[in-house]
């Protein structure tokens, strides 16, 4: 990204986190996406849509991102680790 690139987004308002924070932000969207999603299909197949589906649904899914965001935090290096062992590496 060019310096003037740069310069235009601060001015716009679109500015960017610190690299360093990319080892949080990645567990933190990816638990909120996938426990969003598998929350939803699993209240859907317990207890199909009842009227007070939107409460039941939010409920299970934060107390799931509450185990799940925390357990991809410890989880995520031992993924990295195994997932390296089982692919080659960039080639030079």
Do not use: C, D, H
Request: net charge positive.
């Amino acid at each position: 990204m060019s310096v003037e690139t740069a310069a235009a987004q601060r001015r716009a308002g679109s500015r960017k986190l610190s690299a360093r924070y990319a080892g949080l932000l990645m567990p933190l969207l990816l638990s909120v996406f996938m426990t969003f999603i598998v929350s939803a299909i699993a209240t859907l197949r317990n207890v199909g849509v009842p009227p007070n589906f939107l409460s039941l649904w939010l409920s299970a899914w934060g107390l799931s991102w509450v185990v799940a965001f925390p357990t991809l935090l410890v989880v995520l290096p031992l993924v990295r680790r195994l997932v390296a062992a089982m692919v080659e590496g960039p080639q030079a």
